[in-house]
């Protein structure tokens, strides 16, 4: 299993972002796909995810602003991020449940 994000980057508050992470190794149609965070000195945190339906769900701090979404196709799930706020700054991880995690990307949120 390979979990590899990217996307991740310097952006002024308010602005947007799009992380993506590539899957492969096991059978991406079938399975759920999450997102996580990590700010600095915090535990990591749920984000987003999306069932292998395509039906999601976001934690409440970033519902409406945060989408996820998945390219079959392309073995891919996405995040896009709209409105960031300066608490958005995290290194983002890619999860398959329950154990896969990617190395992260980098989101920095900063005027």
């Known amino acids: 299993v390979q979990l590899v994000e990217s996307g991740g980057g310097l952006v002024q508050p308010g602005g947007s972002l799009r992380l993506s992470c590539v899957a492969s190794?096991?059978?991406?149609?079938?399975?759920?796909m999450y997102w996580y965070r990590q700010a600095p000195g915090k535990q990591r945190e749920w984000v987003a995810l999306?069932?292998?339906?395509?039906?999601?769900n976001a934690a409440d701090s970033v519902k409406g602003r945060f989408t996820i979404s998945r390219d079959k196709a392309k073995n891919t799930v996405h995040l896009q991020m709209n409105s960031l706020k300066l608490e958005a700054t995290a290194v983002y991880y890619c999860?398959?449940?329950?154990?896969?995690w990617g190395q992260g990307t980098r989101v920095t949120v900063s005027s």
């Open positions: 999860l398959r449940p329950t154990t896969y």
């Open positions: 190794g096991f059978s991406f149609r079938t399975s759920a």
């Open positions: 999306i069932s292998s339906g395509g039906n999601t």
